[in-house]
């Protein structure tokens, strides 16, 4: 199975500032195609988890460009720019390349 | 719009059954792969097992294999998780999922709570 594994866990931020998420895989999520199979994801209290990013850096429909995401192979970042109040969350990184499909352990994000 | 809606689960003794049940709207069911998904309470995000278009591939995490069952009715818009001997381990908010590669976990269903205890 790949592992995937995110730092910082808890992540506090200051309203305006800038936020990264690490995810590390133990396998490449680089495929033949050339597309990194890695998406991010975040889950508000008490709601069912969004899609934020797919394919590595690719912005899903509705997602502020505060929003990117970077990396390739098995080191991929999430960073948040302009953090407010409503990015509170547990952020998780995700990989369907293979099965099981596996995430990381969530990271989450606190405004200060 | 895309609509997943879920029903079924609810309280289940140790070693008893459950299924539930998530009907799709707003898209053409059929041409995607379809998942269950679960969330321990306090826990992350775990994978449980997904299913192709036709209904002849299935894949499934392993501490569910042999006791989970996925399935879908393409005539009816709907899947199904079919869950067997459970444990109190398998106690968590069950959700309902369609994937792509160009969108990733787009849509998810609302989630329902299974809890396994005596």
């Known amino acids: 199975d790949i592992v995937m594994t995110q730092s910082p866990l808890s992540l506090p931020v200051t309203p305006g500032e800038s936020a990264s998420i690490s995810c590390r895989s133990s396998q490449s999520l680089l495929h033949s195609n050339g597309d990194n199979y890695l998406e991010w994801y975040l889950q508000k209290p008490g709601q069912s988890p969004q899609v934020l990013i797919y394919?590595?850096?690719n912005r899903a429909s509705g997602v502020p460009d505060r929003f990117s995401g970077s990396g390739s192979g098995t080191d991929f970042t999430l960073k948040i720019s302009r953090v407010e109040a409503e990015d509170v969350g547990i952020y998780y990184c995700m990989q369907p390349l293979q099965v099981p499909v596996t995430f990381g352990q969530g990271t989450r994000l606190e405004i200060k | 719009e895309v609509q997943l809606v879920q029903s079924g689960g609810g309280l289940a003794q140790p070693g008893g059954s459950l299924r539930l049940s998530c009907a799709a709207s707003?898209?053409?069911?059929?041409?995607?792969?379809m998942n269950w998904l679960r969330q321990a309470p306090g826990k992350g995000l775990e994978w449980v097992a997904n299913i192709d278009q036709g209904g002849s591939e299935k894949y499934y995490v392993d501490s569910v294999k042999g006791r989970f069952t996925i399935s879908r009715d393409n005539a009816k818009n709907s899947l199904f998780l079919q869950m067997d001997s459970l444990r109190a381990e398998d106690t968590a908010v069950y959700f309902c999922?369609?994937?792509?590669?160009?969108?990733?976990?787009?849509?998810w269903g609302q989630g329902s709570l299974v809890t396994v205890s005596s």
């Open positions: 707003g898209f053409t069911f059929s041409a995607y792969w």
């Open positions: 999922a369609k994937h792509s590669r160009n969108s990733g976990f787009q849509y």
């Open positions: 394919l590595g850096s």
